[in-house]
């Protein structure tokens, strides 16, 4: 078929295609305006055959040996760059025939192609031709096209080659959510062949980031010293350039004495040495770190769990605090109230606590932790005794439970848990027995506020120091409380609420670490004991509790820089004697049978396939699931003596005891 004939049967298509078209109609001038809603599409396809058949071309492009007849008019209107060289004044204005470098045939192929019908289909052998060939032409399309397809492809492999392949052709978004992935994924990428590639420059560079998503700084150290190792020759004279953009001030002690003492390549690097060991002598004597704690661009999540609403709680709460919203979890093994909460690696741990049924109740020493992605509970080892009402916190990769109750003995015992060993340990008891303490950890001393001691409440405080294994007081309160709500804000423990042994308290106090001095805040707007105290974002959150009356749904948020408290978002019902923690790490949200991802990471792994070895090429150099089963021993101080569920504790904590509030 010649182009005469070729052309016709384009025209007799079009024509036999029928003529859409929208009609606006001037109601004073009676026109009538029609938008032929096919003619840009078919005037490009006329203009696709005319160029196949080289009809009215007029320029040549060559790549290598190849030659590539096109219309300067339609290059001009599709590319800045072939404007610029057909109408800027340039000697390629007037030339029929232009060889272009840097581009390879089969590339200029496709993009010519995409000037003419608005199509590219972009693969992972394509793309990493097509983007620096869309870049040097100046077609913004094809450019994004190319920026998309690449997002989609992003893995732990190869995330690092797409970044510098990103900032190498200047495509800014695309470098950003690489390095967002990046961020997110560091534990995984630290282990593929692209991490082990970068330069000491760029490995300071991430190491420094704010934003890495890992549970522990030792993370981060483990991938410096794995990166040093994989070229020891040569890289081991940067070790200490780079040590110094870990954060090993948020190490702790013992796992740097071990490092210390038998790290084989610091046993090489003395000046290495030198520098941990400042670390662990300012450690030791519990000095503020003189670097802020990473804070991973992840979601933020509150837990909350069990409480008291007529009898103990089994639920499970999480409350996002980017959208506002609560998500139903997986629920306690056992209804629990009087319990305490804490993040420990990524998990959350669900501490002590008591279970108040109808005709049955009794004391928990009792530990489970949840898996955030796999929406799961599995049991850890018992405590060495029940613990109702217990205050907890971690300190040192140890979690700590601090006083409670188990029947009518109050405690003045410490234990602290760890999670590699799975196992409890009893540490120095307190000077005081407290039930209903409130603890809080600031550079790394262990705080007990106020309680209950079986005949009053406290308003006495102590810190325990690891090290010497030891308790010792501290300024006292102003009020006496027990049931308060206890959290760390700004290197300050603030405590906020509680029952004085005849009415809630609404009063806040702040206490100074350094100058162990208290001071009155603003205070909350509803009194209130038994409620949950957490931080988020550099506020307060005062969540439900009881007032007395009734089991409280309201959360109050406490702004520092105003001493103001607001409302925020309340819970899903009321409840007092609940526990609480952050996790600012992944997790996946499931509800009403389907599942809320918050995270882009999985716990079974990363992608369903891994990616091709071409794309891999960009770059170049450059738990166990089992649901626990249900428990039916090692609880202690049972009683059915109890009154009928309903009836509060004065401060809020569940039924009244035998043995009085």
């Known amino acids: 078929m010649d182009g005469e004939t070729a052309l016709d049967a384009l025209q007799n298509l079009t024509s036999a295609a029928g003529t859409n078209y929208s009609i606006d109609k001037n109601s004073d001038l009676g026109d009538m305006y029609f938008n032929m809603t096919n003619y840009v599409g078919d005037t490009l396809k006329m203009?696709?055959?005319?160029?196949?058949?080289?009809?009215l071309t007029d320029v040549v492009l060559q790549a290598g040996s190849e030659q590539f007849h096109a219309h300067k008019l339609v290059l001009a209107s599709a590319s800045p760059y072939f404007?610029?060289?057909?109408?800027?004044?340039?000697?390629?204005?007037?030339?029929?025939?232009?060889?272009?470098?840097?581009?390879c045939p089969t590339t200029l192929a496709r993009i010519l192609q995409f000037m003419y019908t608005g199509i590219i289909r972009v693969t992972e052998v394509t793309v990493c031709q097509l983007l620096p060939a869309a870049t040097m032409f100046q077609v913004p399309d094809i450019i994004n096209a190319c920026c998309v397809f690449l997002e989609r492809q992003l893995d732990p492999s190869n995330v690092i080659g797409i970044a510098n392949f990103a900032e190498q052709h200047g495509c800014k978004e695309l470098h950003e959510k690489a390095n967002q992935f990046i961020e997110q994924h560091f534990t995984q990428i630290c282990q593929e062949e692209e991490f082990f590639q970068l330069s000491a420059m760029q490995l300071v560079a991430l190491v420094k980031k704010d934003a890495l998503n890992v549970q522990d700084e030792q993370d981060v150290y483990q991938a410096v010293l794995q990166w040093v190792k994989y070229d020891e020759e040569n890289r081991r004279p940067k070790m200490e350039h780079i040590l110094q953009a870990v954060r090993c001030q948020y190490l702790t002690p013992a796992f740097l004495s071990k490092q210390m003492k038998s790290c084989d390549l610091l046993k090489k690097l003395p000046q290495c040495r030198k520098y941990l060991a400042q670390i662990f002598k300012d450690m030791t004597l519990h000095k503020k770190p003189c670097v802020k704690e990473r804070t991973p661009n992840t979601p933020r999540v509150i837990y909350i769990a069990g409480g008291y609403l007529r009898y103990s709680l089994d639920i499970l709460e999480a409350f996002n605090a980017d959208d506002k919203t609560w998500t139903q979890l997986a629920k306690l093994t056992v209804p629990r109230s009087g319990l305490g909460g804490a993040f420990l690696k990524g998990m959350f741990y669900a501490v002590g606590g008591r279970n108040n049924a109808p005709g049955s109740s009794y004391d928990s020493d009792w530990v489970d932790r949840y898996h955030p992605v796999l929406d799961q509970w599995r049991p850890c080892s018992p405590m060495t005794t029940p613990r109702n009402r217990v205050g907890v916190a971690v300190m040192d990769g140890y979690l700590y439970a601090v006083g409670g109750s188990s029947g009518s003995d109050y405690h003045s015992s410490v234990e602290r848990y760890e999670p590699d060993e799975d196992r409890w340990t009893l540490v120095r008891p307190m000077q005081y027995k407290r039930l209903g303490v409130g603890v809080a950890v600031v550079n790394r001393m262990l705080y007990a506020m106020g309680g209950y001691d079986g005949i009053n409440r406290l308003n006495s405080a102590?810190?325990?120091?690891?090290?010497?294994?030891?308790?010792?007081?501290?300024?006292?309160?102003?009020?006496?409380?027990?049931?308060?709500?206890?959290?760390?804000?700004?290197?300050?423990?603030?405590?906020?609420?509680?029952?004085?042994?005849?009415?809630?308290?609404?009063?806040?106090?702040?206490?100074?670490?350094?100058?162990?001095?208290?001071?009155?805040?603003?205070?909350?707007?509803?009194?209130?004991?038994?409620?949950?105290?957490t931080?988020?974002?550099?506020?307060?959150?005062?969540?439900?509790?009881?007032?007395?009356?009734?089991f409280l749904s309201i959360v109050e948020v406490y702004d520092p820089t105003k001493d103001v408290w607001e409302e925020g978002e309340p819970l899903t019902s009321g409840r007092s004697g609940h526990a609480s923690a952050v996790s600012f790490h992944q997790c996946v949200i499931h509800c009403d049978q389907h599942e809320h991802s918050l995270s882009t990471e999985s716990s079974l792994g990363w992608c369903s396939t891994r990616p091709s070895s071409t794309l891999s090429a960009l770059a170049g150099s450059a738990l166990n699931g089992a649901v626990p089963e249900p428990r039916t021993s090692g609880v202690g101080a049972v009683s059915n003596s109890l009154s009928a569920p309903g009836r509060g504790l004065p401060d809020g904590s569940g039924p009244s005891l035998p043995y009085g509030p």
């Open 83 to 103: 404007k610029a060289m057909f109408t800027g004044g340039l000697k390629e204005c007037d030339m029929s025939h232009v060889k272009l470098q840097g581009v």
């Open 535 to 550: 931080v988020l974002d550099g506020k307060l959150y005062a969540m439900g509790g009881y007032d007395g009356t009734s």
């Open 47 to 55: 203009m696709c055959m005319m160029r196949s058949h080289h009809m």
């Open 462 to 533: 102590e810190s325990y120091h690891p090290e010497n294994d030891e308790w010792t007081p501290i300024s006292p309160m102003h009020v006496a409380r027990s049931g308060a709500g206890v959290a760390t804000l700004n290197n300050c423990v603030y405590v906020v609420g509680g029952y004085d042994g005849s009415k809630q308290l609404n009063s806040v106090e702040c206490y100074d670490t350094e100058k162990d001095t208290w001071e009155f805040r603003a205070p909350i707007r509803i009194s209130r004991s038994a409620l949950s105290l």
